[in-house]
């Protein structure tokens, strides 16, 4: 009696020190699996998933906590990011990631805050899912090329040509940063002429070939195709800035890593709206309308 008194004693102590250790890791295990989804439903069940996993584990032969559960959290987003764009199939109109509040946490859970901002997020959409986990391991989490091809079960030099492809891939989207100072400039300039429907003034922020994603999933006032074009945008914004603001509180706010304003009607998110800004002014007009990814949004954390 007294033996199995001090198993389950051990056996209690041992889950204590799971948890300890899981809650150390638990902000990195989410920020993987954030930017390899893009949703912090899809993200919250590879975090309990990979708790299972080392739940389960025989954690007396893990020397490296976190290389584990990094690698278990890597490889379930991998198998999940199938099941995750067939779901998308379905979406009405364009799909965004959803926006997260980073004010507390820049870099959310990795070692810099890479592969957060939309522009990155939406190019990495288009990446196979080793390319996507190979980048991320590397300039978020700054993972050396060897445990990378660990994590992804993969040679050395694999590792580096996938890293290698993604970042090709991302040059158009890196060459579309400014500082932040100069993007929430250009937002507020935006919202100032997107409620006055001054087209000429929406022209002058407007780069030639911007375009304007509404993430509604058929939401009223939602657009459901993309708007491309300097002019052909400018109108669309004009054309709905008699009612659209009406009733609107507008505040700011950091999600993944950029200003951002929140628009708010009895106090409650309705609508994020963010750009991606380059040289030559607002490049992609970015609208989050869909309630679905409006709850990490004004509230800090996950």
């Known amino acids: 009696m007294t033996g199995q008194t001090a198993g389950a004693e051990g056996d209690v102590d041992g889950i204590a020190a799971a948890v300890a250790v899981f809650d150390?890791?638990?902000r990195r295990i989410f920020g993987i699996a954030y930017r390899m989804l893009g949703t912090v439903a899809d993200a919250e069940d590879i975090v309990q998933e990979t708790w299972i996993r080392w739940q389960n584990a025989d954690r007396t032969d893990i020397r490296e906590p976190a290389a584990f559960l990094a690698t278990v959290a890597t490889?379930?987003?991998?198998?999940?990011?199938?099941?995750?764009?067939?779901?998308r199939e379905t979406y009405i109109g364009p799909w965004l990631p959803e926006p997260v509040n980073t004010d507390a946490d820049p870099a959310l859970g990795a070692e810099?805050?890479?592969a957060l901002?939309?522009?990155?997020?939406?190019?990495?959409?288009k990446l196979t899912p080793t390319e996507r986990a190979a980048y991320i391991l590397r300039e978020a989490l700054d993972y050396p090329y060897e445990r990378i091809a660990d994590v992804i079960g993969a040679t050395v030099a694999s590792a580096r040509q996938l890293v290698s492809r993604a970042r090709k891939h991302l040059a158009s989207a890196r060459k579309a940063e400014v500082a932040a100072?100069?993007?929430r400039r250009l937002l507020e300039a935006f919202l100032v002429a997107a409620q006055k429907g001054d087209v000429t003034d929406l022209e002058r922020l407007f780069a030639e070939d911007v375009i304007s994603y509404t993430d509604g999933n058929g939401v009223k006032l939602a657009a459901r195709i993309p708007v491309a074009g300097?002019?052909?945008?400018?109108?669309?914004?004009a054309a709905f800035s008699s009612h659209f603001w009406r009733g609107k509180t507008i505040d700011w706010v950091e999600v993944n890593g950029q200003p951002a304003a929140s628009l708010s009607e009895n106090g409650?998110?309705?609508t994020i709206v963010t750009v991606t800004a380059a040289e030559d002014g607002i490049r992609q007009l970015l609208w989050v309308m869909s309630p679905d990814k409006?709850?990490?949004?004004a509230q800090v954390g996950v």
């Open 181 to 183: 100072a100069e993007q």
């Open 24 to 26: 150390e890791h638990r």
């Open 268 to 270: 409650e998110v309705t």
């Open 117 to 125: 901002q939309f522009a990155i997020l939406l190019v990495l959409e």
């Open 75 to 87: 490889r379930l987003s991998i198998n999940a990011t199938q099941s995750a764009h067939a779901r």
């Open 294 to 297: 409006l709850g990490h949004v």
């Open 112 to 114: 810099r805050g890479e």
């Open 230 to 237: 300097r002019s052909r945008v400018a109108k669309f914004v």
